[in-house]
């Protein structure tokens, strides 16, 4: 925050809750190790950060573009007139247990021009979003250097996670969202310059698979899972209780006092 208060992106002249401004609170706050906090003017990436994807598999999605490495680069989004511009074939798992039990079938033929999927795990799938679509490739590949391959999914991933993935889709497989009637074999076109992810499928087959119905959400396994999926959002609103968006100002209004 210091580094972006004297590059002059961030007022200092906001009020927090130490009665200071941000600019009272970051004074004599440079920091002394360039290794953990890089100086402004000089940055891990240039325009590093991410991108804010839709298409018929979902509304809203993010890619972190940070972690898009040198060799992914060049596999995926370097063909010439093309770049920026990949597709590939779906390999699609429900759940982080069938990814773990299947990556390693060879009768899926997971290659480089795949495109791992994983759906179930978004906040009503699995309540509290998962941190699963930062997948890794199968032990064959990996042998081979290939360390990442395109990802997909309706739940969420570390934030140092080093994989591409796009995640968050919403709305989620759970309710119906277009990871639901994605199958394996799909092929899917992403275009980071159109800033769009499509899965290449005409509209009367997705009207088909639509009517054939979703993936099963597994049961409640507590009553507060129950309470918390008849509850919360989509991830693209922040996954919160809806309900309790009425009561932000309850430190103004508290509850009374039960003892």
């Known amino acids: 925050m210091w580094e972006l208060l004297k590059a002059g992106v961030l007022d200092g002249s906001c009020p927090t809750v130490t009665g200071l401004t941000i600019a009272q609170n970051l004074e004599g706050r440079e920091s002394q190790d360039r290794e953990v906090i890089r100086p402004y003017a000089s940055p891990l990436k240039e325009r590093a950060g991410f991108l804010v994807l839709r298409g018929n598999l979902f509304d809203f999605a993010i890619m ?65 979003s998962a941190e699963v679509v930062n997948m890794q490739p199968p ?38 969202g277009g990871l639901a009637w994605l199958r394996t074999g799909d092929l899917i076109r992403i275009d980071l310059n159109a800033r769009t992810c499509d899965a290449l499928v005409d509209a009367a087959e997705i009207e ?34 809806e309900e309790s968006i009425e009561f932000r100002d309850i430190s103004r209004r508290p509850p009374r006092h039960n003892h």
Not at 77 to 85: A, D, M, N, V
Not at 97 to 124: A, F, M, W
Not at 209 to 214: E, S
């Open 139 to 176: 032990d064959r590949l990996l042998r081979r250097g290939i360390l990442s391959l395109p990802t997909i999914g309706d739940g969420r991933q570390s934030g140092t996670a080093d994989s591409p993935s796009i995640l968050n889709a919403s709305p989620e497989s759970a309710i119906g």
């Open 64 to 128: 972190k573009t940070s972690v898009i490495s040198e060799d992914f680069r060049r596999r995926y989004l370097s063909q010439p007139g093309r770049e920026g511009i990949f597709e590939g074939k779906a390999v699609v798992f429900d759940g982080s247990e069938d990814y773990h039990n299947r990556i390693n079938d060879p009768s899926l033929e997971i290659g480089t021009g795949s495109i791992l999927v994983i759906r179930g795990s978004g906040p009503v799938g699995w309540p509290g």
């Open 208 to 241: 088909t698979r639509m009517r054939d119905g979703f993936p099963g959400v597994p049961a409640d396994a507590t009553p507060w899972q129950r309470i918390y999926r008849q509850t919360v959002g989509q991830l693209s609103e922040g996954a919160c209780i």
